[in-house]
């Protein structure tokens, strides 16, 4: 059974790195490529990037200079680490598995909110 | 970036009709190994966003046939007929053509 489940901080102060991990189950990392995907409350959908399955990363051109994402394939963990928040990055963080689409199992996702 | 307009915002539909979601790319989603890459998804009240078609009208595993998607180029539309309770959210529409991914704005469907 395949799951992945998000943690990390809820509250994160303005300027700060935020640091999330998605730990996955029923599914190898070397053979699984994994998405962040965030969505600020009552808004919409955007794809952070993706590790894929041999460890390369790509990211969205928009949040790329801020964005970083790795593994740890031993703990079947993935991690996120985006600088210098802003109140606008207030947002559900996602993980799931898929590269650029067919994002078939997602985990519940995980609330930061960004302020002082 | 390519921008996904979906329409409408919202959808108010009696159960047991169809319901008709447009979504339209500011370019064209097919890629040159002749594959379109538009999907579609729902996101259930308090959930994650579930997967539910794949390169524009392919319903993946466990999807209904009740929901058929078609289109080509930069329209596209996702019908659902027959609306049942369950088919109660938002529906976003998805394209991997072009970098980076997007997400459509949404529509919403509600239950008369």
Redesign the interface.
Known sequence: QVQLKESGPGLVQPSQTLSLTCTVSGLSLTSNSVSWIRQPPGKGLEWMGVIWSNGGTDYNSAIKSRLSISRDTSKSQVFLKMNSLQTEDTAMYFCARGVHGLFDYWGQGVMVTVSS | ?VVLTQTPVSLSVTLGDQASISCRSSQSLEYSDGYT?L?W?LQKPGQ????LI?EVSNR??GVPDRFIGSGSGTDFTLKISRVEPEDLGVY?C?Q?TH????????TKLEIK
């Open positions: 970036d890459y999907e998804y994650s966003p579930q997967l794949y993946f595993s976003y998805f991997a970098d980076p991914p997007t997400f459509g704005s949404g």
